[in-house]
């Protein structure tokens, strides 16, 4: 159920992509030298300081680690309030801070799987939609 579509202003360059089709991946940072993946990806690997980074889509699925409800804007936010905020973990070992599409935190459970989708986050200068990702529950 994603939302997002190639039009759309994403709120930070090079976290994620979005396909016409509407699929959507994170942007991670996979090293050469250790073989671990990161995110966001950064020019030079976390682990092992080697400078062979490549550019890699991340998994869309992956299960809930950690989560809270966010219910005053944190400074500079011009989104909606509350929202969900947590840690979602994915196969390829990473942990991602992000947010949560649900913001009840008492409707989820640790270990469930979650989806990442595209949200619309606010209307920019121009009034064109700035999206952000987020980790939404998969219906089981
Ligand atoms: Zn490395």
Avoid: K, N
Wanted: aromatic fraction near 8%; proline fraction near 10%.
């Amino acid at each position: 159920m994603s939302e997002g579509s190639p039009a759309d202003v994403a709120v930070r360059e090079g976290l994620f992509t979005v396909a016409a089709d509407g699929s959507c991946h994170l942007l991670g940072g996979r090293c050469a030298r250790c073989g671990e993946h990161h995110f966001p990806r950064t020019a030079t690997c976390p682990y092992c300081s080697a400078d062979e980074v490549t550019e890699v889509p991340l998994s869309e699925t992956g299960t809930l680690f950690a989560w809270t409800a966010v219910t005053a804007p944190p400074p500079g936010y011009r989104g909606a309030v509350p929202f969900g905020f947590g840690v979602v973990e994915l196969p390829e070992r990473i942990r991602v801070i992000t947010r949560i599409s649900e913001p009840e935190p008492s409707r989820l459970r640790r270990g469930q799987t979650m989806r990442l989708e595209i949200v619309p986050l606010h209307e920019d200068e121009d009034g064109r939609p700035v999206v952000t990702y987020s980790f939404g529950p998969v219906e089981t």
